[in-house]
């Protein structure tokens, strides 16, 4: 606790200070002036009521001096009616000090009962009353409100304790502490020091200190309503423990504070002795500006740009080179100027060159090479065309992304490439806005600027892997960027100017259109690129795969030999897949073998053979279709996946029950419905399909759709489901490599389904000779390269009965 500050003492309503005339009442203690000619309690008998003064922020104690200013007229009625009648006026705290108005309910209930010894009249209109604490009383009730308080009280008396030495104790503790505090806060004025030494009454020491500590009302109160002397000295001396420590701690951090203040001194008389270093050698903040106008000026850019420039490095010149600020902007006009504004690398229009360039770097995509030449003839014809933007989907391994660098080389353009997946931030594709710190352009502009020219061609690397988080959708971001209507005054937050992406080539890339927003969609023109065939694979192991492995193991071109045969054995016993990054790894592990043979010098054939090859990569993985589909109720399906086309095997039997039906394999909705409708669909038909109603109600039908850790759902395995419950109930095995895809209804039509060309290429890898399909899926059978399907049959259907006919063995 400290000695309270004379700003504290007041009443009713104005902050005011008053320093000098606490100094007097200090005065007035050290000095000991005599106050004798004031009546003690006892000789006023005949006083009943009291005029009673509500104060704030001020608790007054017995046998305390202290001033009191009122503000408020009917505060200085009171206080001149009571010095002119010579009675004693009590003393109440109010309880909220915020109250200008205060009732009864606002005041605490026990105060001190005090004698005027003078008053002194300020020039502002208020009135300060220089009094003493007499006795302390409680409000027995109250007489009157008008035009002051008046009531009836109960006079209290304090208790003195019995335990005399620990109480004289306690009050020399509360003395040192006392001194101690005053000595550490420099507002306290010097008399209060002088009086408290000069005290030789414990209870006039304890009530003085108690008056002007620096607690807070609520504490002076409870001290104030503590009856015993030895209990009230007790949390007295508590509280001022607190302030003391605070006080102490308080004057740590203001030293702490002086000696980083003159390191802060001394460190800016440093910079500046730098700079004038600087300034001499021809290095500081003028030398910044001047590297940046001699960038600008070799920068063709238009008169909006140019403006904004001068704007920028005139606030540059302007700044204190040891700002944070400085920093900010030199940075973004380094990056505003190495930025190619109007700068565009030629184009090459050598369509015949370019027809070479991407065949000899592709084998296929035949559809995608046609786009890109289609393109440049336009741009040949025209010599001014916005660039499309481009979006190839298909499965991984395809060479959706090394076909931007081709398509790059191809056009004589500068190649950059964005990964996109498992972006989650808006600001990656706008950039962060220069007030943030590490703010920097988004992903785009920061690409351009790598390239060096306004027209590179960039590859959004999988764009169906953005995410979104809490800091915005960079997939909406995207839309300005990907928009040929927008594009050419793209906004970024960092840039703070539009800049013209017009001109640039973008080229996405993505495994699935399913996660990607419409909108983006509507804005790329969609090629889908589908998996190759063995002999396209084969070929790409030829042209590529295995020059590349040879030269990353450290072997030459006569280490290994592996010809079509062997290939085809790779593709077909070693990988399943639509791209070619599984057969380059199995590549890669044969190159790996012949390595290891040539650096422990032994022996072995560079003509690597089948037997060679199972030995070296184990055992083949895929298992003769036969082996599986040789028996009753088991049918190969075709499905679409991410990653491509694939097949899967449906099964199903029958066991005693009463024709109850059970699914399992990791199932969705749409499966277990096909299930459903397919078993309605024989029960309707058992008639036609050959099968008696009393095995339909005898038996329970399990389906099962092997690979239970996978998902699985999706409509078109409908007339792969119904034809293996009829099979089941027959008894008569499906066709070996056969295969069917597609949708039914309750009335026996087969519907269409999608990936018609991703399910074709699956069957062909995995060695089956007959397709059965919708009717209306024809049109997109004949999309298809007809090499890709020279060993398939294709069957078309329009009703199961039909399926039926073609798919169970007479």
């Not at 009353?129 to 009730?141: E, L, V, W």
């Amino acid at each position: 606790m400290t000695i309270c500050h004379s700003k504290n003492i007041m009443t009713d309503f104005e902050e005011i200070s008053f320093d000098e005339i606490m100094e007097d009442s200090f005065s007035i203690l050290a000095e000991e002036i005599n106050i004798s000619d004031i009546m003690d309690v006892s000789e006023n008998k005949e006083q009943k009521v009291f005029p009673i003064l509500p104060v704030r922020n001020l608790v007054m104690f017995p046998k305390v001096v202290i001033p009191i200013t009122a503000g408020r007229e009917m505060s200085i009625q009171l206080l001149e009616e009571a010095q002119r009648n010579n009675e004693f006026i009590g003393i109440l705290s109010q309880n909220n000090s915020a109250i200008e108005n205060p009732t009864q309910k606002d005041l605490y209930q026990t105060g001190t009962l005090a004698k005027i010894i003078k008053i002194i009249k300020l020039p502002e209109g208020n009135v300060t009353a220089i009094t003493k604490g007499f006795q302390r009383f409680k409000i027995k009730t109250f007489t009157a409100t008008k035009p002051y308080f008046k009531a009836e009280i109960t006079k209290l008396k304090d208790v003195v304790s019995k335990k005399t030495e620990e109480y004289n104790a306690l009050l020399e503790n509360i003395k040192d502490l006392a001194v101690k505090i005053i000595d550490l806060d420099p507002n306290i004025p010097n008399a209060a020091n002088f009086a408290i030494k000069n005290m030789s009454d414990p209870e006039d020491l304890l009530n003085f200190i108690c008056t002007n500590a620096n607690f807070t009302s609520g504490d002076k109160q409870k001290l104030l309503e503590e009856k015993s002397l030895l209990n009230r000295a007790q949390k007295c001396y508590e509280l001022m423990h607190d302030d003391f420590r605070k006080l102490e701690l308080r004057n740590q951090i203001h030293q702490k504070t002086n000696k980083e203040l003159d390191k802060s001194q001394r460190e800016y008389f440093l910079n500046q002795q730098m700079r004038t270093i600087q300034d001499e050698l021809g290095g500081g903040p003028e030398s910044d500006v001047e590297e940046l106008l001699e960038k600008a000026k070799k920068i063709n850019w238009s008169e909006e740009v140019e403006e904004h420039f001068k704007k920028v490095i005139n606030r540059l010149q302007r700044q204190n080179p040891n700002s944070p600020d400085y920093n900010v902007q030199r940075n973004y006009l380094d990056f505003f100027t190495d930025l190619p504004w109007e700068k565009f690398s030629k184009d090459v229009f050598d369509i015949q060159k370019a027809e070479k360039v991407l065949d000899k770097a592709h084998f296929g995509l035949e559809d995608i090479k046609k786009r890109i030449l289609e393109h440049m003839a336009v741009l040949k014809l025209k010599n001014n065309m916005k660039s499309p933007i481009l979006c190839l989907v298909g499965p991984p391994g395809v060479g959706k992304t090394s076909l931007g660098k081709s398509i790059a080389d191809a056009l004589g353009r500068k190649y950059v490439r964005v990964s996109l997946g498992g972006l989650h931030d808006e600001s990656e594709i706008r950039g962060h806005r220069k007030t943030y710190i590490g703010a920097m352009a988004g992903r785009i502009l920061q690409s351009i600027k790598k390239s060096g020219t306004s027209n590179p061609v960039i590859v959004l690397d999988e764009i169906d892997k953005i995410g979104t988080g809490i800091h915005g959708d960079p997939s909406s971001a995207l839309l300005e960027v990907l928009d040929p209507e927008q594009n050419h005054a793209f906004y970024d937050n960092f840039l703070e100017l539009g800049y013209d992406l017009s001109k640039v080539m973008f080229i996405a890339t993505a495994n699935s259109l399913s996660t990607v927003q419409r909108p983006l969609l509507d804005r790329m023109e969609i090629i889908e690129i589908a998996g190759y065939t063995l002999e396209e694979k084969v070929e790409i192991a030829k042209r590529h795969l295995i020059k590349k492995q040879q030269e990353e193991n450290g072997l030459d071109a006569k280490s290994f030999k592996l010809g079509n045969p062997e290939l085809k054995h790779i593709v077909d016993a070693h990988t399943s897949e639509s791209g070619v990054r599984g057969l380059e790894k199995q590549i890669a592990a044969v190159a790996r073998w012949i390595a290891l043979q040539t650096a422990m010098e032994k022996a072995y054939d560079p003509k690597i053979t089948v037997e060679k090859i199972d030995e070296i990569l184990g055992v083949p993985r895929m298992k003769s279709l036969s082996e599986i589909t040789g028996v009753p109720g088991v049918v190969t399906g075709l499905a679409w996946t991410q990653v491509g086309g694939d097949i899967l095997f449906i099964e199903s039997i029958l066991s005693e029950g009463k024709g109850n039906l059970t699914m399992t394999g990791n199932l969705g909705n749409v499966m277990k419905e096909s299930a459903t409708i397919a078993l309605e669909y024989i029960k309707a038909k058992h008639n036609e399909l050959g099968i008696s109603s009393e095995d339909i109600q005898k038996n329970n039908i399990h389906v099962h759709v092997p690979e239970g850790a996978t998902p699985k759902d999706g409509p078109s395995a409908g007339i792969a489901m119904l034809t293996s419950i009829v099979s089941s109930f027959k008894n008569k095995k499906v066709k070996e490599h056969l295969a069917m895809t597609g949708e039914i209804t309750l009335r026996g039509k087969v519907l269409p389904v999608g990936g018609i060309k991703e399910k074709l290429l699956a069957a062909a890898r995995a060695g089956i000779k007959e397709i059965i399909l919708c009717e209306a899926n024809r049109k997109d059978v004949e999309e298809i390269k007809k090499d890709y399907l020279k060993n398939l049959k294709v069957n078309y259907v329009s009703r199961m009965s039909e399926v039926i006919d073609l798919a169970i063995e007479k």
